[in-house]
């Protein structure tokens, strides 16, 4: 007998079968595959995230003694000029 579609009808515990083997190895090799791929993009951006905090690093202690230095020279000036 034909289903709705036009195609013949299987009974349930056959169809539930099919469906089983229907979502098999190839299915979980590509789901694998997209994850290797998520895993290796979350792993890149994890690098570049710690390459930016480093830099940020860098250029945070650079402004601090940029500061200080600015503070001495400023320091220097203002007792140049008290005497």
Not at 13 to 37: K, P, V
Request: aromatic residues 4%; negative net charge; proline residues 2%.
């Amino acid at each position: 007998m034909s289903g709705p579609n036009g195609d013949l009808s299987m009974p349930m515990e056959a169809s539930a079968e099919g469906e089983e083997d229907s979502f098999g190895e190839a299915e979980y090799a590509a789901i694998n595959s997209m994850l290797d791929q998520i895993n290796s993009c979350l792993d890149h951006l994890e690098e570049k995230n710690d390459h930016l905090h480093a830099r940020l690093q860098e250029l945070l202690e650079s402004n601090r003694q940029t500061r200080l230095e600015f503070q001495q020279q400023l320091g220097e000036a203002s007792s140049d000029a008290t005497h």
